[in-house]
Nanobody, 127 residues
Framework: QVQLVESGGGLVQPGGSLRLSCTAS????????IGWFRQAPGKEREGVSC?????????DYVDSVKGRFIISRDNAKNTVYLQMNNLKPEDTGVYYC???????????????????WGQGTQVTVSS
C-alpha cells in the first residue's frame, strides 16, 4: 500500500523549532518530488516548501518561512524532512506532505498538482 505518513508536529513556544518527517511506505521516494503544505484554521491550504525529485532543487513558497524552514531528504530512511526554526504563531496549522505516485510532477505551490497525500500533523505555536 502506497502511503505517506507525517510526524513530528506538536506544541511549541514562539522561537522554538520542530522537525517534521514525511515517511513513505510502499514505494521509494528517492526520485519523487515532495511538497510540504499547511492549512491554518479557516484558511486554504498553501504550499510551503518543495524538493524536486529530478535535481534535488528546493523551493520555498511562503516569504515568511524563507530562512527559517529547510526541506531535505534522506533516501536511506525514505523520508523527507521539514526543519522549522524560529517558529511563529502564524506557522500554526496542519502540515501535510504530498507527492504523486502515478504522474511525474514538478515542484508547485498548488495542491492540485499533487495526487498523493499524508494525513497531516498538527503544529501549534503558542506561549
Amino acid at each position: 500500500q502506497v502511503q505517506l505518513v507525517e510526524s513530528g508536529g506538536g506544541l511549541v513556544q514562539p522561537g522554538g523549532s520542530l522537525r517534521l518527517s514525511c515517511t513513505a511506505s510502499g514505494f521509494m521516494l528517492d526520485y519523487y518530488t515532495i511538497g510540504w503544505f499547511r492549512q491554518a484554521p479557516g484558511k486554504e491550504r498553501e504550499g510551503v516548501s518543495c524538493i524536486s525529485g529530478t535535481d534535488g532543487r528546493t523551493y520555498d513558497y511562503v516569504d515568511s518561512v524563507k530562512g527559517r524552514f529547510i526541506i531535505s531528504r534522506d533516501n536511506a530512511k525514505n523520508t523527507v524532512y521539514l526543519q522549522m526554526n524560529n517558529l511563529k504563531p502564524e506557522d500554526t496549522g496542519v502540515y501535510y506532505c504530498a507527492t504523486d505516485v502515478l504522474l511525474i510532477v514538478t515542484c508547485s505551490k498548488w495542491s492540485a498538482a499533487f495526487g498523493s497525500w499524508g494525513q497531516g500533523t498538527q503544529v501549534t505555536v503558542s506561549s
